[in-house]
Nanobody, 115 residues
Framework: QAQLVESGGGLVQPGETLRLSCAAS????????ITWYRQAPGNQRVLVAT???????TYADFVKGRFTISRDNAKATAYLQMNSLKPEDTAVYYC?????????WGQGTQVIVSS
């Protein structure tokens, strides 16, 4: 059964760091285009960062210079390193794999940035 499981969320203070993980199973992970999205309360889900199978990365402007997306195909896991967190980064973060016509989502992990 294809599955993505996010982890690593939590409550942190502004300026702190978190690293989110997205572990895949039942998926040809190396072929995935992995994208992290986030959804704040009352808002639409928005793209945060993407990494291709060849490890080309793109970022939303609001996280450039602060967040880093990466992947370890041997572990079938993607990561989102989040530095210098701000209160406006508070959201549920979702991992997505697009592989051909297939589209997989995780259940999300909550990130709260608050003093």
């Amino acid at each position: 059964q294809a599955q993505l499981v996010e982890s690593g969320g939590g409550l942190v203070q502004p300026g702190e760091t978190l690293r989110l993980s997205c572990a895949a199973s039942g998926i040809v992970f190396s072929g995935c285009v992995i994208t992290w999205y986030r959804q704040a309360p009352g808002n639409q889900r928005v793209l945060v960062a993407t990494i291709t199978p060849t490890k080309t990365t793109t970022y939303a402007d609001f996280v450039k210079g602060r967040f880093t997306i990466s992947r370890d195909n041997a572990k079938a896991t993607a990561y989102l390193q989040m530095n210098s967190l701000k209160p406006e980064d508070t959201a549920v973060y979702y991992c997505n794999c697009k592989w051909g016509i297939r589209d997989y989502w995780g259940q999300g992990t909550q990130v709260i940035v608050s003093s």
